[in-house]
């Protein structure tokens, strides 16, 4: 059995997160959806559990940290291709979130980021197939050698 990813983050409005991240493509699995709580998913194997901030304490033994004030994580999430990583964050930028850095382009590794309506740091990642298979150092050494 392959192991399933359940990242859980605390949201102050619930029915609005749910309405942004509905807005970026994400759908819910109902069955695990309520009135605090709302499962996104991010792919057959890996969900977002976006949980009201008092339901979110209910889990955690120490005080739940404000994604507007500082970083715990980045979430980072892969799209097809360039053109997908630019529509995506565009889409989110539309549908209320900040943008965090300028683009980063690494040849074989293409990303921009955003912070949500709660201040959670996404990046938006495409990464070249071969890089992927061969790994970056591999992958650059290749293309020096045949430039």
């Not at 991240?21 to 976006?50: H, I, N, P, T, W």
Request: glycine content about 4%; overall charge negative.
């Amino acid at each position: 059995m392959s192991r399933l990813l359940f990242l859980n983050l605390p949201v102050a409005d619930l029915p609005a997160s749910r309405a942004f991240f509905d807005r970026l493509g994400f759908g819910f699995d109902e069955k695990f959806c309520d009135d605090q709580a709302a499962c996104m998913v991010v792919s057959e194997q890996a969900f977002v559990m976006l949980l009201e901030r008092n339901r979110f304490a209910d889990f955690v033994t120490r005080p739940v940290a404000d994604a507007r004030h500082a970083t715990a994580l980045t979430v980072a999430v892969s799209a097809e291709d360039r053109d997908a990583v630019d529509a995506l964050a565009e889409a989110a930028w539309d549908a209320g979130a900040t943008p965090a850095k300028d683009p980063q382009d690494y040849g074989f590794m293409y990303q921009r980021s955003f912070h949500d309506l709660d201040g959670h740091l996404w990046e938006i990642v495409w990464m070249d197939p071969v890089a992927v298979e061969k790994g970056p150092a591999e992958y650059a050494a290749e293309l020096q050698d045949a430039g």
